[in-house]
């Protein structure tokens, strides 16, 4: 199974363990919580989203990823969501680990 259905399977895992918050305030809240380990946008969200969460990812240092459209990320975790974020480090080890890199940006 190729990396990135991995990376899609392991949103939807963590999603049925509640390790996974989606939607822009929850992630955000828990961003500035220091719950949020890894922070996944959507590559079709808007410029201005991402740079609102870009920036709040770097300031509060929580890895961020960009790599699935909001369609794929909605079927992984069964929701309408173009931004989602893993509340814990094994499960975002784990993305990383699988994405080939310690720390997105």
Request: hydrophobic share 35%; glycine share 4%.
């Amino acid at each position: 199974m190729e990396q990135s259905k991995k990376q899609l399977n392991l949103l939807g895992i963590a999603t049925r363990a509640r390790k996974l918050i989606s939607g822009e305030e929850l992630t955000i809240k828990a961003i500035q919580r220091n719950e949020a380990k890894l922070v996944i946008v959507a590559t079709d969200c808007s410029d201005n989203t991402k740079e609102k969460l870009l920036n709040k990812c770097t300031y509060y240092k929580v890895p961020f990823d960009s790599s699935f459209t909001s369609d794929e990320i909605s079927i992984a975790i069964g929701k309408s969501r173009s931004i989602c974020a893993f509340t814990e480090k094994g499960f975002a080890d784990s993305y990383l680990k699988l994405k080939g890199t310690n720390n997105m940006r």
